[in-house]
Each structure stands twice: as C-alpha cells, then as structure tokens.
Nanobody, 123 residues
C-alpha cells in the first residue's frame, strides 16, 4: 500500500506560481511512478504530468507544457509540481497518484491517490 498526502495548493493571481508537494509513505519511493492529475468543477479528472520511478521519464499534458515541471526526490519520498505562469483555467483540485512499478506513462493505471489540494487562479 502507498499513502499519498498533497500540500501546497492555494489562491494565486494569474501569472503567478505555486509548488505542489506530494509526500508518499508505505513503500520505498523508487518502486512507483507518480503523477499529478486535476479535476475542474463539473469536469472529469485529467492527466497533468507524470514521472517515472527514477525521475528520467517525464510526461506533460499539452496544456501545461513549458509552464509546469514535475520532479521527485526519492530520498524524501516526495514528488513536486512546480507551476508557473498560472492561468484561470488551471483552477482545479490537483491529485497526486502512484503507479506501483510503473514506467511513468500517463496511460498506465494509477491505483493510489491522495485526497487532493485545491488550486485557484484568479484573473
């Protein structure tokens, strides 16, 4: 089992930055790929960015490429999402997820989920 706890969400003006963190526990961190997904009000949850077990493979949704950066620190069992140049359309609940022994590909089944952290971008 893997337990995930997100932090770092909040309210920010358009053009601003936030850094989300996801602390994992329950297994050695290099055994699972991790990712960030988001769900806006009235919409389905969608892929934002994912990262492989050793931080080499990274994948981004087209909507965030060049603005968001995913990274991980396996020594701290933590994955990060640095979000720059935020837009109102980035407003959503952001969820951290883990894929045990996964490659980091966003199409893989992510079976472990955190509770989410709210990000609100004002115009």
């Amino acid at each position: 089992q893997v337990q995930l706890v997100e932090s770092g969400g909040g309210l920010v003006q358009a053009g601003g930055s936030l850094r989300l963190s996801c602390a994992a526990s329950g297994r050695t961190s290099d055994t699972y790929a991790m990712g960030w997904f988001r769900q806006a009000p009235g919409k389905e949850r969608v892929f934002v960015a994912t990262i492989g077990r050793f931080g080499i493979n990274k994948y981004y949704a087209d909507s965030v490429k060049g603005r968001f950066t995913i990274s991980r620190d396996n020594a701290k069992n933590t994955v990060y999402l640095q979000m720059n140049s935020l837009k109102p359309e980035d407003t959503a609940v952001y969820y951290c997820a883990a894929d045990l022994y996964g490659s980091g590909a966003p199409t893989r089944p992510y079976n472990y989920w955190g509770q989410g952290t709210q990000v609100t971008v004002s115009s």
